[in-house]
């Protein structure tokens, strides 16, 4: 390594507590900004140089470095989407943060040509402004860059597999090797198209079910997950569950429907319009059955279930499955247990009572 390798190397030391201050920083600005940003961010980081790979930076290179501080990378971070566009969103993100220094700053995958292998992804050179950080203790720390790489989690897999081949270009990579990354490189961007596609059909799918979920028009809306969100959505099971919950003055509490989704379909309930008639249907049988349940008692929270479980009570009875059906219910929603033996009596005892059997 030559004598100005070596005094940037000198200098890189001299500033190391800086950098490790800055990494800092840059990491806890973008978990602030990204960490709650679940549906859009897969994975937040950051790094700092270290020396080893700096000098071998230096000694290829060191002559077109005449600061430690034109090297744009000695602390980088990294922001992982799960989708191609939320990686625009992350940027636009990034530049009301810091200042962007657009002159170095590479979008990859404006540039990437057709027939390479590797990543595409977009690379923005920053540095910190006084408003975010500035300390009298750290004084060169908003002078110096640093670089936030975002992408893909598919373009993340990419590079880290490539890296892994220890390939740099494609010089070094033989015909019959480079003609299969190439492929793979392709097939990794159609998927990144195809996942981004899905996505936002999905979004225009749950757009419309909601649409037709509040007009009423349920019968031709088959019975997912999603339809089956925007149902309880729209509080088709809120008038039964009220009246449930006056019997002893009970509070609602929030509770997941999901389990309820395979238990409808076991019972052939196929389209919303189905679920609805369920409801119409045994509404008031539900509602007698719950009544014997909770009367005199001092049961004061009930779930928010309680309605569809009841209406999934009547259902069943009403098919002549009886105490096996109960149990086999309990035992699908709740796991075996030998306390639903003693449910589905009690059941079966309320819905004598009430007139149901």
């Known amino acids: 390594m030559d004598l100005h390798a070596q005094m940037l190397l000198d200098e890189y030391d001299e500033l190391y507590p800086t950098l490790e201050k800055l990494h800092e920083i840059v990491l806890g600005v973008l978990n602030d900004n990204f960490k709650e940003k679940v549906m859009m961010v897969d994975s937040i980081g950051s790094r700092i140089k270290q020396r080893a790979s700096l ?11 005449d600061s430690i501080t034109d090297v744009t990378d000695l602390v980088g971070g990294r922001v992982i989407t ?53 300390s009298d203790e750290y004084p060169r720390i908003n002078e110096i860059r640093f670089e936030i790489q ?55 799918y749950r757009r419309n079910i909601k649409s037709i979920v509040a007009s009423g028009n349920y019968e031709d809306v088959e019975l997912n997950i999603e339809s089956f969100n925007a149902f309880i959505q729209s509080g088709a099971f809120n008038t039964l569950n009220k009246r449930i919950a006056h019997i002893n003055n009970m509070d609602i509490e929030e509770t997941p429907y999901t389990p ?12 919303l319009g189905d679920l609805n008639r369920l409801i119409k249907n045994y509404h008031e049988d539900a509602y007698q059955l719950a009544l014997r349940q909770f009367n005199d008692t001092d049961i004061d929270i009930i779930s928010s279930t309680i309605g569809l479980l009841n209406l999934i009570y009547v259902f069943i009875l009403k098919s002549g499955l009886g105490e096996k059906g109960i149990v086999m219910l309990l035992n699908f929603l ?24």
């Open 55 to 65: 000098q071998k930076k230096l000694e290829l290179k060191g002559q077109k470095y």
């Open 82 to 134: 799960f989708y191609a566009d939320g990686v625009d969103r992350v940027a636009a993100t990034i530049s009301e943060i810091f200042n962007v220094d657009w002159q170095n700053t590479v979008d990859k995958r404006k540039s990437a040509d057709v027939d390479r292998f590797g990543y595409t992804s977009l690379h923005y050179i920053c540095t910190l402004p006084e408003k975010v950080f500035k």
């Open 150 to 204: 975002m992408r893909t989690v598919l373009q993340h897999a990419w590079a880290s597999i490539s890296h892994d081949t220890g390939y740099k270009n494609d010089i070094e990579v033989p015909k019959e090797v480079l003609r299969s990354l190439n492929s793979l490189a392709g097939l990794l961007e159609i998927a990144d198209n195809q996942f981004l596609k899905l996505r936002n059909d999905l979004d225009e």
């Open 260 to 271: 309820y989704l395979s238990v409808l379909k076991s019972i052939r309930i196929e389209t």
């Open 334 to 357: 709740y796991g075996e247990r030998p306390v639903n033996d003693r449910l589905a009596k009690r059941v079966i005892e309320n819905a004598k009572n009430a007139g149901i059997i």
